[in-house]
């Protein structure tokens, strides 16, 4: 059975269709904020003339507003089936078979940049610069402090395992 946002046993295509848009907007917004920080609207360098949250679309292009939203999704699909079914185990159920499909995409990605900052590969103070954009140039505000990475591959592996779903980190 195909997982997704189900409605009576059948899948609820406008609301996947709607996760799907959140997900392109996320990547869009992050596109601007690396490249066109100026059309933002929260950095120094933002041009009066064109900023995004002034515009009646920005609605549109709002990443913050899609992430919230994508989630908001997402809590939809792991309760909605125990709710109706009035079977409350099955979102400790549902949240147990999802943590492991997560947690693999998470640790193969944190593994891979912790690999990129090990071996000198990433560039986005230079590249933010180039594009006057500070969140580029801090590593997507995550990268804050003037020393390099100092954490070590069990930092990394650990987080992409669990910590980024039990306690936050993302760095």
């Keep these: 059975m195909q997982m997704g946002i189900q409605q009576g046993g059948k899948r609820k295509e406008s609301l996947e269709a709607l996760r799907g848009l959140a997900s392109i907007i996320v990547v869009l917004?992050?596109?601007?904020?690396?490249?066109h920080p100026e059309w933002v609207g929260i950095f120094q360098n933002s041009s009066i003339n064109f900023r995004l949250p002034c515009k009646y679309y920005f609605v549109?292009?709002?990443?913050?507003?899609?992430v919230i939203l994508f989630f908001v999704?997402?809590?939809?699909?792991?309760s909605r089936t125990a709710l109706v079914n009035e079977n409350k185990k099955n979102?400790?159920?549902n949240s147990i078979k999802r943590?492991?499909?997560?947690?693999?995409?998470?640790?193969?990605?944190?593994?891979?940049?912790?690999?990129?900052?090990?071996?000198?590969?990433?560039?986005?103070?230079?590249a933010g610069k180039?594009?006057?954009s500070p969140w580029l140039s801090s590593f997507a505000n995550s990268y804050t402090s003037g020393n390099p990475f100092l954490f070590s591959f069990w930092d990394a592996l650990n987080?992409?395992?669990w910590k980024t779903f039990i306690i936050g980190d993302y760095y």
Excluded: C, D
Excluded at 29 to 35: A, R
């Design 29 to 35: 917004w992050h596109s601007i904020l690396g490249f």
């Design 60 to 66: 549109l292009m709002n990443g913050t507003g899609a």
């Design 73 to 78: 999704l997402s809590g939809f699909v792991l």
């Design 91 to 93: 979102i400790l159920i």
């Design 99 to 126: 943590l492991p499909r997560l947690a693999v995409l998470t640790t193969i990605a944190t593994l891979i940049s912790w690999t990129f900052f090990y071996l000198n590969f990433y560039h986005f103070k230079e």
């Design 130 to 132: 180039i594009t006057n």
């Design 159 to 161: 987080q992409g395992l």
